[in-house]
């Protein structure tokens, strides 16, 4: 049984982008639906690589060019950062066919390391798009409806909700595959997708060598959702230095895990050191 595809907003930006640009990389969070939105879009049309499984991640390390010779474009490689060594080649053979747009499709689970790599090796040959899980709009299957302040007057019709039905979306979050299954257990879920999110991409990244005191710090961080966030008040609850809380919140804003949100400010130099808010993508239950 399939799962039925949800429509996403990104889908025009995404079409338009690999018209003008030889590469087009998607990042975004585990689970938020890139590789089901390209498959969707281009699978007709493109290759697929998904250099996940340990056999092909090693091939790709091991022979990049090989790999890449292997895997003619238009092609998808989805989860490039496990194999990063692979850039430099997509770019050569990009600049051998410079004027042909759409020729790499890429995807990525984590933000700061893949966006450096992209911009040491695909700097101005790349577009960079970003997935996050659903909107409400999206998950309710009107992605391009226009928000209250976009429609200019014009009147819509909408169902009118409980403050417990919003509370009960908030907490059961827009991870497509929640929306796809409305039956399935979202505490559940959740819990599964922070071990595998420990075990696959923490274990991945440097400075995180107690998982459970970072599952601690990924709690904390949840109560504080939407509040002001203090990380000198965080490190001393939790009982870790500072530069330890600044280094862990780095990870979780490059897996996308959390946004730190900065306040708005027409003195651009407050926006920086006045107090932001904080804002996790799961609720951290227990």
Same mark, same amino acid.
């Given at each position: 049984?399939?799962?039925?595809?949800?429509?996403?907003?990104?889908?025009?930006?995404?079409?338009?982008?690999?018209?003008? +640009?030889?590469?087009?990389?998607?990042?975004?969070?585990?689970?938020?639906?890139?590789?089901? %939105?390209?498959?969707?879009?281009?699978?007709?049309? =493109?290759?697929?690589?998904?250099?996940?499984?340990?056999?092909?991640?090693?091939?790709?390390?091991?022979?990049?060019?090989? +790999?890449?010779?292997?895997?003619?474009?238009?092609?998808?490689?989805?989860?490039?950062?496990?194999?990063?060594?692979?850039?430099?080649?997509?770019?050569?053979?990009?600049?051998?066919?410079?004027?042909?747009?759409?020729?790499?499709?890429?995807?990525?689970?984590?933000?700061?390391?893949?966006?450096?790599?992209?911009?040491?090796?695909?700097?101005?040959?790349?577009?960079? %798009?970003?997935?996050?899980?659903?909107?409400?709009?999206?998950?309710?299957?009107?992605?391009?409806?226009? %928000?209250?302040?976009?429609?200019?007057?014009?009147?819509?019709?909408?169902?009118?909700?409980?403050?417990?039905?919003?509370?009960?979306?908030?907490?059961?979050?827009? =991870?497509?595959?929640?929306?796809?299954?409305?039956?399935?257990?979202?505490?559940?879920?959740?819990?599964? =997708?922070?071990?595998?999110?420990?075990?696959?991409?923490?274990?991945? %990244?440097?400075?995180?060598?107690?998982?459970?005191? +970072?599952?601690?710090?990924?709690?904390?961080?949840?109560?504080?959702?939407?509040?002001? +966030?203090?990380?000198?008040?965080?490190?001393?609850?939790?009982?870790?230095?500072?530069?330890?809380?600044?280094?862990?919140?780095?990870?979780?804003?490059?897996?996308?895990?959390?946004?730190?949100?900065?306040? =708005?400010?027409?003195?651009?130099?407050?926006?920086?050191?006045?107090?932001?808010?904080?804002?996790?993508?799961?609720?951290?239950?227990?």
């Amino acid at each position: 049984m399939h799962n039925r595809y949800i429509e996403r907003a990104l889908e025009p930006v995404l079409r338009r982008a690999i018209k003008e +640009f030889p590469a087009v990389v998607l990042t975004g969070p585990r689970q938020s639906g890139k590789t089901t %939105l390209l498959k969707h879009l281009f699978g007709g049309q =493109y290759g697929y690589v998904s250099i996940e499984p340990p056999d092909v991640r090693m091939a790709a390390k091991e022979d990049p060019r090989g +790999f890449i010779e292997m895997y003619p474009p238009p092609v998808i490689f989805d989860e490039i950062q496990n194999a990063p060594e692979l850039l430099p080649y997509i770019k050569e053979k990009i600049d051998a066919d410079r004027d042909t747009c759409g020729q790499y499709l890429i995807t990525g689970s984590q933000n700061l390391l893949l966006v450096e790599r992209v911009t040491e090796s695909l700097a101005g040959r790349a577009a960079m %798009l970003k997935l996050l899980p659903l909107t409400r709009r999206e998950a309710k299957g009107h992605p391009l409806k226009k %928000l209250p302040w976009e429609a200019k007057g014009c009147k819509t019709e909408e169902k009118k909700i409980s403050s417990k039905e919003i509370w009960q979306e908030f907490l059961r979050g827009g =991870y497509p595959e929640l929306a796809a299954h409305p039956k399935r257990d979202a505490a559940l879920w959740h819990s599964a =997708y922070i071990q595998t999110y420990l075990e696959r991409d923490v274990r991945t %990244l440097r400075q995180v060598g107690d998982l459970t005191q +970072f599952q601690n710090f990924l709690r904390a961080l949840a109560a504080r959702s939407a509040g002001l +966030f203090h990380l000198s008040d965080l490190s001393r609850d939790l009982g870790i230095a500072v530069n330890t809380a600044k280094a862990w919140l780095s990870v979780l804003e490059a897996t996308y895990q959390v946004i730190v949100l900065r306040p =708005y400010f027409a003195n651009v130099g407050k926006r920086l050191v006045k107090t932001p808010k904080v804002y996790p993508k799961l609720c951290m239950k227990g």
